[in-house]
């Protein structure tokens, strides 16, 4: 009787021992059959590295199970276990699951890519590299930043280089008594002048506000992307220039105070 035993024990060790191996290569075929399919449709490598080994040791978590099965172990003991412990862990690692998640949608989604110039998570800067827990931006003054995904992807995302123009929002204030006519054509011609800014659309210019010092002129012109902070510069300075030597006054705030004697 004993000896059935044993023999009934290594035959269904010796089975389990069959199912986990070759459960565990058919968890890595599986895995590498997924990553294959991915790169084929040109998938992220990134989703491809986060997709393919969460494949492969969810395929892994069967097999085992089915090995202890096997064995005679009660295995709904264990998938209790197994579903406590990742509880748990899934409790202690909220705050990095919910960036892994972040990044997977991240990439799934692609509101931008590695070279864009965003505004995230409050850091502005360009895309160096989006990771599986955090995106790296680089600031304008050559900072690194290191921005937590669920940082990035549960706020507005403003992608400044997903469109090939952009326009420049600026105002110029000149005084009262100037000649209307005269400062705009000067404008314009302060933007004709400039190559980098487009005729087609063609710049805009108006009166935005009577203020209290000033009468103030929107102008917003149209400039490549990757031209918009040379040229935003570069009209500034000339638009100063120009005024000066057109004789052009650039109001600043003052008050007049009126002093009354009493006897």
């Known amino acids: 009787m004993d000896?059935?035993?044993?023999?009934?024990?290594?035959?269904?060790?010796?089975?389990?021992?069959?199912?986990?191996?070759?459960?565990?290569?058919?968890a890595g075929w599986v895995a590498?059959?997924?990553?294959?399919?991915?790169?084929?449709?040109?998938?992220?490598?990134i989703l491809v590295s986060f997709l393919g080994?969460?494949?492969?040791?969810?395929?892994?978590?069967?097999?085992?199970?089915a090995a202890l099965g096997q064995l005679g172990i009660q295995t709904t003991s264990v998938v209790a276990i197994l579903g406590a412990a990742g509880l748990a862990i899934a409790l202690a690692f909220q705050g990095s699951l919910s960036n892994l998640a972040a990044g997977a949608l991240l990439v799934t989604f692609r509101p931008f890519k590695?070279?864009?110039?965003?505004?995230?998570g409050g850091t502005t800067g360009i895309v160096e590299e989006i990771q599986m827990f955090t995106t790296q931006i680089?600031?304008?003054?050559?900072?690194?930043?290191?921005?937590?995904?669920?940082?990035?992807?549960s706020g507005n995302i403003v992608n400044y280089s997903t469109k090939p123009?952009?326009?420049?929002?600026l105002v110029f204030g000149v005084g009262y008594e100037a000649d209307l006519d005269k400062v705009r054509s000067n404008i314009e011609a302060v933007l004709s002048d400039d190559e980098r800014v487009l005729k087609d659309p063609e710049p805009t210019i108006g009166i935005v506000e009577l203020g209290d010092n000033s009468v103030n002129f929107a102008v917003r012109p149209w400039v490549k992307s990757e031209d918009?902070?040379?040229?935003?510069?570069?009209?500034?300075?000339?638009?100063?220039?120009?005024?000066d030597s057109e004789g052009i006054s650039i109001p600043y705030p003052q008050r007049e105070v009126h002093l009354h004697q009493v006897a």
């Not at 997924?34 to 084929?40: D, K, Y």
């Not at 123009?165 to 929002?169: K, L, N, P, V």
């Not at 918009?228 to 005024?243: S, V």
């Open 53 to 65: 080994s969460t494949i492969h040791f969810g395929v892994l978590a069967f097999v085992v199970i």
């Open 165 to 169: 123009t952009r326009r420049i929002d």
């Open 228 to 243: 918009y902070w040379p040229t935003y510069f570069a009209l500034q300075e000339n638009m100063k220039k120009r005024f």
């Open 138 to 153: 680089r600031t304008g003054d050559n900072k690194t930043v290191i921005v937590p995904n669920a940082g990035v992807a």
């Open 32 to 45: 590498g059959l997924c990553r294959r399919m991915m790169e084929t449709r040109g998938a992220d490598p």
């Open 114 to 120: 590695v070279g864009d110039f965003i505004e995230a």
């Open 3 to 26: 000896s059935e035993l044993i023999m009934t024990f290594i035959q269904n060790l010796v089975v389990a021992a069959v199912i986990f191996f070759v459960g565990r290569m058919a």
